[in-house]
């Protein structure tokens, strides 16, 4: 069984439960949304643009969850390759969360959205 340091594990536990909270946040944003404003030709930017951060989201949470089993299903270590892609994974997830953030900030002020 391949390990990883454990502050490497906790890290990637730390963003996929940010990943969750995005998705939650921008669900309960989009549903707030369409509830106070309807789909409109202003509000439908909006509300894909929520969609797509959820997707996003979605996407990378399921990243970590699959590659961190390979790592640990690996014999007798993970491959140079799987580790490379954990260390992108990780860097871009980083970005990633800002920029969703950022654009639920904005998407918030737009509409003045608690």
Known sequence: ???LPSETVTKILSLQ???L???DEAG???FILF???GETEETIPELEELQSIRERADSYYSRFYIIL???YDAQPVASTDTLDLLTRYIDEADATIEAVE???QDIKRNW???
Do not use: C
Request: charged share 30%; proline share 4%; hydrophobic share 45%.
């Open 102 to 104: 950022a654009s639920i």
């Open 21 to 23: 909270e995005k998705i």
């Open 28 to 30: 309960l944003l989009e």
């Open 69 to 71: 089993r390979r790592i």
């Open 1 to 3: 069984m391949a390990r």
């Open 17 to 19: 439960q940010q990943f």
């Open 112 to 114: 003045n959205l608690p």
């Open 35 to 37: 509830e106070q404003f």
